[in-house]
């Protein structure tokens, strides 16, 4: 056997048909909630100024979505502070395109200030 028939890539595989229902009620219910989210976001909304939406589904109290308006197509660095911005919560890159942006996040942990 070839060297480089030991390091090939393989094929890609078939993507799974997941079978979501368009017409589900609350495939229909979370598309509403996303596009009001999204109409929510303005000119105004820069970096500095995010839209924080969270537990936007009321599913996951962990999850968020941050609602911001760009120039240009860019990748930014984004960072969730305590009230008092001076605790940091959650921090991670994004790459956004021009207009509105609706970036999902997760906190995977609660940080504890003592």
Same mark, same amino acid.
């Given at each position: $056997?070839?060297? !480089?028939?030991l390091?090939?890539?393989? /094929?890609p595989?078939?993507?799974? %048909?997941?079978?979501?229902?368009?017409?589900d +009620?609350?495939?229909? !219910?979370?598309?509403?909630?996303? /596009? @009001?989210?999204?109409?929510?976001?303005? &000119?105004?909304? &820069?970096?500095? %100024? /995010?839209?924080?939406?969270?537990? +936007?589904?009321?599913?996951a109290?962990?999850?968020?979505y941050?609602? $911001?308006? !760009?120039? $240009?197509?860019?990748?930014?660095?984004?960072? &969730? @502070?305590?009230?008092n911005? !001076? @605790?940091p919560?959650?921090?991670?890159n994004?790459?956004?395109?021009?207009?509105?942006?609706?970036?999902? /996040?997760k906190?995977?942990?609660?940080?504890?200030?003592?």
């Open positions: $056997m070839l060297k !480089s028939e390091t090939a890539t393989p /094929a595989r078939a993507p799974v %048909n997941q079978r979501i229902d368009p017409t +009620p609350l495939v229909v !219910s979370h598309n509403d909630i996303y /596009a @009001t989210l999204l109409n929510q976001i303005t &000119v105004n909304n &820069v970096q500095n %100024n /995010a839209l924080l939406f969270l537990n +936007p589904y009321g599913t109290p962990l999850s968020l941050i609602g $911001m308006w !760009s120039e $240009m197509d860019e990748h930014v660095t984004i960072t &969730v @502070t305590d009230v911005g !001076s @605790t919560v959650l921090t991670f994004q790459t956004i395109t021009a207009g509105k942006n609706l970036s999902g /996040a906190i995977l942990r609660r940080q504890t200030v003592g």
